[in-house]
């Protein structure tokens, strides 16, 4: 595990492993880097894998800062500037599949990245809309919100057992939550409170590279009715489902999600 002090400012923890081709992993609300644990095993023997703490989360620096996916983009494109990341693959869970593709849309000018991966994606929106029933509604999206604002451990505990659809994971739920609890309440709060706000719709036909969408079939945070919008817009784009997943399907399909990252990365 490494950490560096970016352009931006923040002191960002990052694991860096293996060599060849650059895949940089993010995680998403509240999550660490040990998300991509079991991608990371299987992958880091023939690609670089890179996975990282998102300011405020994990053993990042966690400044009461705004927590908007340009923020965050800010500090990727610092990392892979430092790093000096070509030809990078972004791979982005949940929230941090919205980081990924807000990156692609707005900071991609210098061309480092050149494929995204989206997986369970909290993109383009969070929110159901009219036209696009998927997903939270405005009200329960607002109470929860409430939620964590006066009982944060509460909720990330429901979330710990929402993201599952196998019977049979409780001890790495359990896990999950031990490394989600380190987000501060200020931290969750202002992240959730941009996935209220965030709408990428209109940015989908601007996604000029290849592209690959992992999605559970049976995610219950993540409505896969917006996974099945984006591949219909989005140019040129892979669309994979996971049968026996939930929302974290890099846990309950591990070595399905690396065989698919592995397929998307050499073809």
């Known amino acids: 595990m490494s950490y560096m002090k970016l352009d931006t400012g923040i002191r960002l923890h990052y694991q860096d ?3 060849g081709r650059p895949v940089v992993f993010i995680p998403g609300l509240a999550a660490t880097l040990e998300t991509w644990n079991y991608q990371v095993s299987e992958l880091h023997d023939r690609f ?3 996975c990282v703490d998102q300011r405020g989360h994990g053993a990042s620096d966690k400044p ?3 927590y908007t996916y340009d923020e965050l983009c800010g500090d990727l494109h610092a990392l892979f500037t430092a790093l000096d990341l ?3 693959v972004l791979v982005g869970w949940s929230a941090g599949a919205g980081v990924g593709l807000n990156y692609v849309t707005g900071f991609n000018d210098d061309g480092r990245v050149r494929r995204l991966v989206m997986v369970a994606p909290a993109t383009p929106r969070f929110l159901a809309t009219e036209s696009e029933p998927f ?3 405005l009200e329960t999206a607002a109470g929860t919100m409430e939620a964590m604002r006066v009982a944060l451990p509460e909720v990330l505990s429901a979330f710990a057992g929402a993201n599952f659809h196998r019977s049979d994971m409780e001890a790495t739920a359990n896990w999950c939550l031990s490394l989600w609890l380190q987000t501060p309440v200020y931290v969750a709060c202002k992240f959730f409170n941009t ?3 965030q709408d990428l719709r209109e940015r989908l036909e601007a996604v000029k590279l290849p592209t690959l969408i992992c999605h559970g079939r049976h995610d219950e945070v993540c409505h896969p009715g917006w996974s099945e919008y984006m591949y219909s817009r989005i140019p040129e784009c892979s669309l994979v489902w996971f049968e026996n997943s939930g929302h974290a399907l890099m846990l309950e399909e591990p070595d399905g999600l690396s065989q698919a990252l592995a397929d998307f ?3």
């Open 64 to 66: 009461c800062s705004e």
């Open 135 to 137: 997903g939270v509604d």
């Open 265 to 267: 990365l050499t073809r």
């Open 195 to 197: 996935l209220m706000q």
């Open 17 to 19: 492993v293996g060599a």
């Open 48 to 50: 670089r894998c890179i």
């Open 86 to 88: 070509q030809d990078v």
